[in-house]
């Protein structure tokens, strides 16, 4: 299951409170993919959409409801083991851990992959103008060898013309 089904499945599960199942969902606090009878076109991107009214309304009258909601410890050994929050760290630790996780390898990753490609780009360009160099001096000598055969061509021209004479 993917990162997304994943995050989706948390965001719709319910979870114990002392309200039972009245407020057990997110949903019954205002907070959804989107309400019943949404359009496709509105609930298909998966993203969270907070009825702001309906949320403060349920907020007021039960707080520690949804506190629970979100966190409880429903093992009773004085540590968080359930709600929205705990799942969604639980679920995103593997991912933004930052001894391991997986967003913060990639990023170390791509930044060692950037500074072996900025080290590649400045040995290819020192590579270049070495290169550029070996053909400006070849260049040079190559000119230099055509005009000494220009200058040996014309002394047999003439030399030839002194022998007609």
């Known amino acids: 299951m993917g990162l ?60 520690e409801s949804i506190k629970q909601l979100f966190g409880s410890d429903i093992n009773r050994d004085v540590a968080i083991d359930n709600g929205v929050a705990y799942e969604l760290a639980r679920n995103l630790k593997a991912y933004t851990n930052p001894r391991g996780g997986i967003i913060p390898y990639r990023i170390t990753t791509t930044e060692v992959n950037i500074k072996q490609q900025e080290e590649n780009i400045v040995n290819w360009k020192e590579h270049l103008e070495d290169y550029r160099k070996k053909l400006e001096s070849d260049f040079i000598q190559m000119q230099q060898a055509l005009n000494e055969l220009d200058q040996n061509q014309k002394r047999l021209e003439n030399f030839s013309k002194g022998l007609q004479k």
């Open 4 to 63: 997304k089904s994943k995050l989706q499945k948390i965001m719709m599960n319910p979870y114990p409170t002392e309200r039972g199942r009245e407020l057990s969902l997110l949903a019954q606090i205002g907070i959804s993919m989107g309400s019943a009878g949404s359009r496709w076109e509105d609930i298909k991107g998966g993203y969270l959409q907070v009825d702001e009214d309906k949320f403060v309304s349920a907020f007021e009258r039960y707080p």
